[in-house]
Nanobody, 123 residues
């Protein structure tokens, strides 16, 4: 399995921007499709964005489409989530995940998870 460590979370005002990062180690990073999920207090974890091993395919939840951008750097073994026009409802713990399934975008399709990074959007 691949080990994942998220970073870059923090407190940001509504309308602002933040980029969270995920560093991967262990197995060959470029073999994995990557995803971002989030879990708000009292809610179930939900899908945010996914990217294929090559970066050629990207998929977003409707709630973040047009505001968030997922990207990866297979040389640095990193995946990023750029979040713009943040809303109060984007407040959550953001998790990075890795999986081998093509077009993966559900929790069951990802076998490795990070510990998460807190993103808090204030008014």
């Amino acid at each position: 399995q691949v080990q994942l460590v998220e970073s870059g979370g923090g407190l940001v005002q509504a309308g602002g921007s933040l980029r969270v990062s995920c560093a991967a180690s262990g197995r060959t990073f470029s073999n994995y499709n990557m995803g971002w999920f989030r879990q708000a207090p009292g809610k179930e974890r939900e899908f945010v964005a996914a990217i294929s091993w090559s970066g050629g395919w990207k998929y977003y939840a409707d709630s973040v489409k047009g505001r968030f951008t997922i990207s990866r750097d297979n040389v640095k073994n990193m995946v990023y989530l750029q979040m713009n026009s943040l809303k109060l409802e984007d407040t959550a713990v953001y998790y990075c995940a890795a999986g081998m399934h093509s077009y993966a975008h559900t929790e069951a399709e990802f076998g490795s998870w990070g510990q998460g990074t807190q993103v808090t959007v204030s008014s």
